[in-house]
Every structure is written in structure tokens, then in C-alpha cells.
């Protein structure tokens, strides 16, 4: 009387390992470790959470405290700016808000762009105009003339 073993996994369904992810580098290749994107993760939460602030005290400030949106003028904006500390402000609002909106929209390009080169030309696209932003919006704050 002879019996064959049947095998362990006989019943068992086969696994299938995950779909990988798409590479990025050449197969091959040593990749070389950065932790970018751990600090523009970590920059994200603290500028999200200045810009909660800053925004709703700029909000706070202009629409309650100083008498509503009607009173903004040019002379209304020459008072404020007069004093450094509301050019910071101003100036530290400017650069979170575009910095912040910068790092989101290339993370959703990194996810969503699946060719390379799309992706490379999006993020250009979008460095310049974040360039251009911050540094017309700069320009403007610092050198803004209240005597015209």
C-alpha cells in the first residue's frame, strides 16, 4: 500500500506579487538616497499651519479690525506699509502661500505625469511661474513708494 504526498500548497491560491511601481532610474543603477521628500512633507505641515495663521489674522485684521475692505486704497496700503512689520508679514504670507502651492502642485505632478519629459516640462513650467511670483510680489513690497 503506497500513498503519495500530496503537495502543501495543493489548495492554496497562487500570490501574484504587486504591480511595481514605474522606475524612474535606470534598472541597474544605483539610486542614490535623498530625504527631499521627507522635508517637503515636513515643510508642507509647518507652512500650512503659519499660513492658518497668517491668513486668518490678515483676514481678521482687514475685514474687522480696520473697517472692511471699502477702506483699502492705495493710502490705506502706503499707512500699512510704512511700518516694516507689515511688510514682513506681508512678505512671509507671499513666500509660504507660493512656496506651499508650489510643493503641492509638483506632488501632484509626480503623481499624475507618467512620461518624463511631461513631467520634467510641467515642473519647469511651474518653478518659472513660482519664480516670477515671488520675485514681482518681493520687488513690489520692498520697493513700494507711498509718495507717487
Not at 521628500?37 to 500650512?48: D, H, N, Q, T
Not at 492658518?52 to 493710502?75: A, E, P, S, T, W
Not at 505632478?109 to 512620461?115: G, L, T
Request: aromatic share 14%.
Amino acid at each position: 500500500m503506497t500513498t503519495a504526498a500530496a503537495p502543501a500548497d495543493r489548495g492554496a491560491p497562487e500570490l501574484v506579487a504587486p504591480r511595481s511601481p514605474r522606475q524612474r532610474t535606470k534598472p541597474g543603477a544605483a539610486k542614490a538616497r535623498s530625504n527631499f521628500e521627507l522635508y517637503a512633507w515636513v515643510f508642507m505641515r509647518i507652512s500650512g499651519l503659519l499660513l492658518f495663521f497668517l491668513v486668518l489674522g490678515h483676514l481678521f485684521i482687514m475685514n474687522i479690525l480696520d473697517g472692511g475692505v471699502q477702506r483699502v486704497n492705495f493710502g490705506f496700503v502706503a499707512g500699512r506699509w510704512a511700518s516694516p512689520f507689515w511688510r514682513t508679514w506681508d512678505l512671509v504670507m507671499l513666500l509660504l502661500a507660493e512656496l506651499h502651492g508650489t510643493n503641492g502642485l509638483r506632488t501632484v505632478i509626480n503623481d499624475y505625469a507618467e512620461r518624463a519629459q511631461t513631467r520634467f516640462w510641467l515642473k519647469m513650467l511651474l518653478y518659472t511661474s513660482a519664480f516670477l511670483v515671488v520675485t514681482l510680489g518681493t520687488l513690489v513690497i520692498f520697493t513700494f513708494d507711498p509718495d507717487l
